[in-house]
Structure formats: C-alpha cells, structure tokens
C-alpha cells in the first residue's frame, strides 16, 4: 500500500477535527460565521470562520492519521467530513482542543481555497519568518507551559545574558507569538497556541 504523504496525513487530522466539530453542532445551535469570537474562562475558546460554526473537543488522532476512538473505518474521517461540507475547490481548515500548562483551549479556522489563493502571502512573512529560529522555537515551547520571566528562560535555556531572550521574544512579539502580560513576564496569546501547534504539526515528515 503506498504511503500517505504529509499533506494527505495533515488534511486526514484536519477532517477528523471537522467531523467532530459537525457532531456537537448538530446538539447545540451554531456560532455566526463572522469573525472569531472569544469566551474568556481561564482559556480562550475560538469560533471558526469561513467554513464552519463553532469549536469543539475532537478525538485524538495517532500516527498514522486515524483517529483515536472514534470512527476507526474511516482512517480520513475529518477528511471526508471537510470534502461533504465544503466542495470543490474545498477549503482548508484546521483546530484543536487541547490541555497544555496554560490551560484548556478550543480553536478552529477556516477558509475557502479562493480567498487562500487570492491572498497576498507576502504579508504573512513576519510571523513566519519569526518562527525561523530554533531558539525561538524552544522559548516558546517554554511558554506552552505557561507564563515565564526573563531571568526563567535565560537559566532554563542556559542563556548568555538577558540581552539574548529579550532580542528573541522582540522578534516573536512582533511577529504575534508572544506578549508580554506584564514587565519582565511573557507568555503565548492563547489565540496563538492551536495556530503554532498546527504549524509544528504540519512540518512533521509522514
């Protein structure tokens, strides 16, 4: 059988997460499809645009792209729930429902291929381009955990000097990784967390 390459695995996660997401719309009414709204309970809890209603839990999803627990037939569950809702030429959507030291969070997003293609992709190199450093990389790894000082990230990462993380957490601030809640504190917008969860995920070698 010859092996799914990593943007079939990534458009298998993505259609799991759909599919769940259709099954707690069909038990409670749907968010409005305008702009992503946001509940603040400890966590951020994100609406999708663009190709779906609202967010929900989804069922894990293991190695190979099936899902953990739920429709073990159909391996491409959110795959196939995605091509149902949106037709060709299809969109591209993805979310998650996770546990990590910030807390719980919801997210979905969504768009069509054309407003995808349409877009100028040239204004989306600053965050981007924020991500291209593997010390920025493992700060924010850091943040995941949640909110951390200076002096936290210099000693975990074995820094030279403050100078050091602060030159980084500019360039992932302005790129809208990081904020900084406080002076001398820093930590991930939880609108920010599923987004770069899903941008690690996507750069995983199937």
């Given amino acids: 059988m010859a092996q799914n390459s990593p943007a079939d695995l990534l458009l298998a996660r993505l259609e799991a997460l759909e599919s769940r997401v259709h ?6 009414p749907s968010a409005p499809l305008s702009a992503p709204s946001s ?3 400890g966590a951020e809890s994100t609406g999708a645009t663009g190709t779906s209603g609202s967010a929900g839990s989804a069922g894990g999803t293991g190695d190979s792209g099936a899902a953990g627990g739920t429709d073990v037939a159909d391996p491409f569950w959110a795959l196939t729930a995605l091509k149902e809702h949106e037709p060709s030429p299809g969109a591209v959507v993805f979310a998650g429902a996770i ?5 719980h969070l919801e997210y979905q997003w969504g768009r069509p291929v054309e407003h995808l293609l349409a877009a100028d992709w040239a204004e989306h ?6 991500l291209g450093h593997p010390l920025r990389l493992a ?3 850091r943040l995941l955990d949640g909110e951390h000082t200076v002096a936290q990230i210099v000693d975990e990462l074995e820094l030279g000097s403050t100078g050091v993380a602060y030159h980084h957490l500019s360039a992932l601030q302005s790129g809208g990784w990081a904020m900084s809640p406080r002076r001398g504190s820093w930590s991930i917008p939880a609108s920010r967390v599923v987004p770069l969860l899903a941008i690690i995920t996507a750069l ?3």
């Fill in 23 to 28: 099954e707690l719309e069909d038990r409670a």
């Fill in 39 to 41: 509940a603040s309970t």
């Fill in 99 to 103: 546990d990590v030291g910030l807390g």
């Fill in 125 to 130: 190199a600053e965050p981007v381009a924020a």
């Fill in 139 to 141: 700060i924010l790894r």
């Fill in 204 to 206: 995983e070698k199937g």
